[in-house]
Nanobody, 125 residues
């Protein structure tokens, strides 16, 4: 089984930056696509960003384009989400996810096989 553990969440003010990390362990499979999703209170889980195994292909939700950057370090089995110019509407629980590389940088949550437990991000105005 593959375990994904997120870290880096916290409380920041609007305009601040935060970097989330997602470490994969256990029976890690490679190569894999890494993804980030978020869920705000009372809302459905939504796609944030995804990255291919090599990092050459990325996909972003329109709401975060130009502000968030997804990256990865395969030597460390880690996928990152750098969040800049944060807004109160970015407040949510952020989840990382993984799926076999052949799936591509999909934004569809149901296509991901493995999920982390989530980390809370709160942005105050």
């Amino acid at each position: 089984q593959v375990q994904l553990v997120e870290s880096g969440g916290g409380m920041v003010q609007a305009g601040d930056s935060l970097r989330l990390s997602c470490v994969a362990s256990g029976r890690t499979f490679s190569p894999y696509v890494g993804g980030w999703f978020r869920q705000a209170p009372g809302k459905e889980r939504e796609f944030v960003a995804s990255i291919s195994w090599t990092g050459s292909s990325t996909n972003y939700a329109d709401s975060v384009k130009g502000r968030f950057t997804i990256s990865r370090d395969n030597a460390k089995n880690t996928v990152y989400l750098q969040m800049n110019a944060m807004k109160p509407e970015d407040t949510a629980v952020y989840y990382c996810a993984a799926v076999n590389w052949a799936t591509g940088v999909t934004s569809t949550s149901s296509r991901y096989d493995y999920w982390g437990q989530g980390t809370q991000v709160t942005v105050s105005s």
